[in-house]
């Protein structure tokens, strides 16, 4: 009797034991909550990454958890019908993987949670109140970071001791763009370097530009984070082939396209926090109480093949400090 008892007893303890995340949702008929992901493009270390970051926190996908996903592939004006379809979807949040994406799904689901991914100051560009207290429906990561600039400018200047001028290509209607042009300047200035910046706002001024960029005869190539210029990478990175030119770039998708060089955020650790933010907001936080994070740490990413062909050779020092060298 005492056993049959003590069974008993344990038995409603465990119906009494609050549930593990999405566990509820896997019972038969149960509703599956349903997140969006909005990104230019899925990359290896994003979709993967979040993944499987989601699973860690109990979130799997298509038993505890459907994920609806949306690219532009390159064409900006697609967010915002991808993010009403998203919308339509009744989504229990959004994860936005760019500036403009972040911006087609607060126009399109002005009351669903948004975790963002932006390159740009979400300050700014009017994402959020503040990064300690949001405010509103939009948290998540920004990689903009002004200290960034300066890193930048002295890693080219390693790998061009000579250089003098410094060609910057740059998106003025980007509004974190001026204040990382800024700072571009000031590190520049400070190595002796002269700036000449190069203006590309929409799809249409990259042609002009770049041929402004080879009528300035720089030594080197800076080009400032911006979805737009992300969107050009390929024709960017064949360009500065091209013309010979060192180039240096703000995320590591420049040099997977062929780039010499970029100094960014860690897109694993990004996404891996990203995965928490979702786990919280669908647990029933409220974003505009969670904090907006940065970066924990900047990667360097070089690229052998490149600078061979650039007949560019680089520092030994530099190589030790990267955190990723393509042969």
Known sequence: MRARARALALALLALAAPAPPGAL???????????GYLANEPTPESVP?????LADLGWHEGRTLRIWYRYAQGRPATYPQHAEALASLGVALIVAAAPPAVEAARQAAPHVPI?????????????VASLAAPGGQVTGITTFAVEASARRVELLKRLVPALARVAVLWNPANPSAALDLHHTQAAARALGVEVAPVEARVDSDVRPALAAVEQRRAGALLVLADPLLLAQRRRLVSFAERQRLPAMYPLAEFVDAGGLVAYGPGWTETFRRVAIFVDKILRGARPGDLPVERPRRMELVVNLAAARALKLPIPSALLLEADRVLQ
């Open 25 to 35: 949702a896997a019972e038969p008929g149960a509703r599956v909550p349903a997140i």
């Open 49 to 53: 990454v979040l993944r499987q970051a």
């Open 115 to 127: 975790v963002m991914v932006s390159t740009d100051d979400p300050v700014a560009r009017g994402f």
